[in-house]
């Protein structure tokens, strides 16, 4: 893996840890504090599966399927073109993915607390690495959509 990208990814990391302890040292479960009323919120939630809580109390399950994603991603990753989209999209994918999983192995749950109502909708509660793996996974569709996946692996272009 190139280095710009395990820096991207540790440095992500722990923005992601950084932001969880906060939250949990200083908010306390399911309470909210508002910061823009009716649409944005802070809420301390522990979330025991996946997105929208699917597979909940499934924890090895979620383990063992992100070890064997982040296996796959690193090997698929070795086929993009090296640029700046490229490393900022796997970094915050690896940190964002690292920063939920080391959750799931020492805690037994992910810390989630960014929480948006949307048009009513009170929109599943996320956190950092949440968004560092979907604007990561944007990234990468939008480099396979320039076909920037289909390099010679080990190619530096």
């Known amino acids: 893996m190139k280095k710009k990208i395990i820096f991207g990814s540790i440095l992500f990391l722990i923005i992601d ?11 306390e479960l399911a309470k909210s504090i508002t910061i823009i009323k009716n649409f944005f919120y802070i809420t301390k939630v522990y979330n ?13 399950l979620l383990i063992i399927i992100t070890f064997l994603v982040l296996f796959i ?10 640029n700046i989209r490229n490393i900022i999209a796997f970094s915050i994918l690896y940190g964002g993915i690292i920063g939920n999983l080391l959750n799931r192995i020492f805690l037994g749950y992910v810390i989630d607390f960014f929480d948006f109502y949307i048009f009513k909708y009170d929109y599943p509660i996320f956190n950092v690495a949440d968004i560092g793996i979907v604007i990561g996974i944007f990234l990468v569709v ?8 289909n ?7």
């Open 17 to 27: 840890i950084i932001t969880k302890i906060i939250i949990d040292n200083c908010l």
């Open 73 to 82: 991603l690193i090997n698929y990753q070795k086929k993009f073109k090296d």
């Open 151 to 157: 390099n010679e692996i080990g190619s530096s272009k």
């Open 142 to 149: 939008i480099a396979i959509i320039k076909k920037e996946d």
């Open 48 to 60: 025991y599966g996946a997105s929208w809580n699917i597979l909940s109390g499934y924890n090895i």
